[in-house]
């Protein structure tokens, strides 16, 4: 099975400045990797994903990530963030089984 | 497109009772799935379905059931509800073909006393 590993449970930042949430996936294959945003009360979104192709993947609201296959990670950045972003940030990989793993998440606190 | 929609939105049972959940998706998706969300745990799939008429066992099954009789509704379903199944219920749906990203449900936060 798929493990993926969010590094950081809660990560307080100040507004405009830039952020970096950490995700790493046990070895497969091949995965295919996802980040999703939960704002308060309400379900999952996608912000963007990793198929295949390029290594660095642009989002929605401004979010990439880097796909890394030696270090089997595929963190998430934003050079400046916004108080809209403060959110619970789900790091999850698709295995060749159709199925997904998730990360246990993490708490992203933007301060003004 | 509405597209995933979950009913209900909130509920409180006492242990014992039984309920049914249900998740309704308008976007022809084969695939959908029942996780539950729990401070610290992230997302944990409980059920899945590929198609109408066959379900799965996800990571942590026990205590719910399942049925999709129709392609468009998944239900979870709960015999004796236990305070362990205090949490909040997301559904998901998905199409088969390609490798895309699974469509959540507003979630439903049930609390058993």
């Known amino acids: 099975a798929q493990s993926v590993t969010q590094l950081d449970s809660q990560v307080p930042v100040f507004e405009e400045a830039p952020v970096e949430l950490r995700c790493n996936y046990s070895s497969s294959v091949s995965v295919y990797l996802f980040w999703y945003v939960q704002y308060p009360n309400q379900g999952l979104q996608l912000l963007l994903k990793?198929?295949?192709?390029?290594?660095l993947v642009k989002g929605i609201n401004g979010f990439e990530a880097e796909f890394n296959k030696s270090q089997t990670s595929f963190h998430l950045r934003k050079p400046s963030v916004h108080i809209s972003d403060t959110a619970e940030y789900f790091c999850a990989v698709l295995n060749t089984g159709n199925q997904f793993y998730f990360g246990t998440g993490t708490s992203l606190t933007v301060i003004p | 497109n509405a597209g995933v929609t979950q009913t209900p939105k909130f509920r409180v049972l006492k242990t014992g009772q039984s309920m049914t959940l249900l998740c309704a998706q308008d976007m022809n998706h084969e695939y959908m799935y029942w996780y539950r969300q729990d401070p610290g745990m992230g997302l944990r799939l409980i059920h899945y379905s590929v198609g109408e008429g066959t379900t799965a066992k996800g990571e942590v099954p026990d205590g719910y059931n399942v049925s999709r009789l129709k392609k468009q509704n998944f239900l979870l379903g709960l015999e004796s509800a236990a305070p362990s199944q205090t949490s909040v219920y997301f559904c998901?749906?998905?199409?088969?073909?390609?490798?895309?990203?699974?469509?959540f449900g507003p979630g439903t936060r049930l609390t058993v006393l």
């Open positions: 990793y198929l295949s192709g390029s290594t």
């Open positions: 998901a749906s998905s199409p088969r073909t390609g490798r895309n990203e699974q469509f």
